[in-house]
């Protein structure tokens, strides 16, 4: 078994929008630099052996309360990662499989379902990593989920983790959160984000850097996790 730095790191990725209107770039630009972002902080996620990562890609208002333009302009985007992660050399040697948490079945566009449905069958052997992405995904809409699950169960769970999206992940270690806000939104992985450390960033999340994500991984290493003791 490999001794990961860290299980699990989720990333709020808040600013995209805001840095478009701080360089004149229209909303779906900022997205654009956002998704470069992404990557070069799972390749260093990945080099800093970090076993899973989740990524907040959009949640549920963000594709229904968005201007039409973006939201395609967004998905488009999506499309054209997954269909580069499908082909990646880097996340086959790291042995990174990808998962898509959320309600994307539903909302999404049937190519971009079936590209996503791609994605995670033609990597779910893989056991090195976990690269989680969140899409149209609330933590109210998860529990609330759950619960009706757990209510019609004819077992009893010995946690409520078995009914949640994220059943097959380890609890999160450490949030980080970009955009200079620092609270968590729409109940993000709330229950599996109980005992997580948290890491708030003034820098709108383009401008998050490798070296950003590293210092914060470090900060995390060097705290003392005392779990209510």
């Not at 770039?25 to 990945?46: D, S």
């Not at 959009?58 to 990662?81: C, H, P, Q, W």
């Not at 976990?130 to 077992?155: H, P, W």
């Not at 010995?158 to 955009?179: A, C, M, N, Q, W």
Request: proline share 4%.
């Amino acid at each position: 078994m490999q001794n990961y730095s860290i299980q699990h790191i989720a990333l709020i990725p808040d600013g995209n929008r805001r840095w478009a209107r701080k360089h004149g770039k229209a909303p779906w630009l900022g997205h654009k630099e956002g998704i470069k972002t992404y990557e070069n902080i799972l390749r260093k996620a990945l080099e800093l052996n970090v076993f899973c990562v989740s990524f907040w890609g959009m949640s549920v208002d963000n594709i229904t309360k968005r201007e039409a333009r973006e939201v395609k302009f967004l998905l488009g985007y999506f499309a054209e990662n997954l269909l580069k992660a499908l082909k990646s050399k880097e996340l086959e040697r790291h042995d990174a499989r990808i998962s898509i948490l959320g309600e994307w079945r539903a909302k999404f566009p049937k190519k971009l379902v079936s590209i996503g449905e791609r994605a995670i069958a033609e990597t779910k052997d893989r056991t090195g990593h976990i690269v989680n992405l969140l899409l149209c995904y609330d933590g109210k809409s998860e529990m609330t989920r759950a619960f009706k699950l757990a209510q019609g169960s004819k077992k009893s769970p010995s946690s409520p983790k078995e009914f949640l999206l994220t059943k097959d992940l380890p609890p999160v270690d450490l949030v980080i959160r970009t955009g200079g806000d620092p609270h968590l939104s729409a109940g993000f992985m709330m229950w599996d984000t109980a005992d997580a450390q948290l890491h708030f960033s003034d820098k709108l999340w383009p401008d998050f850097t490798p070296s950003d994500f590293e210092g914060a991984v470090q900060d995390f290493l060097r705290r003392s996790r005392r779990f209510g003791a």
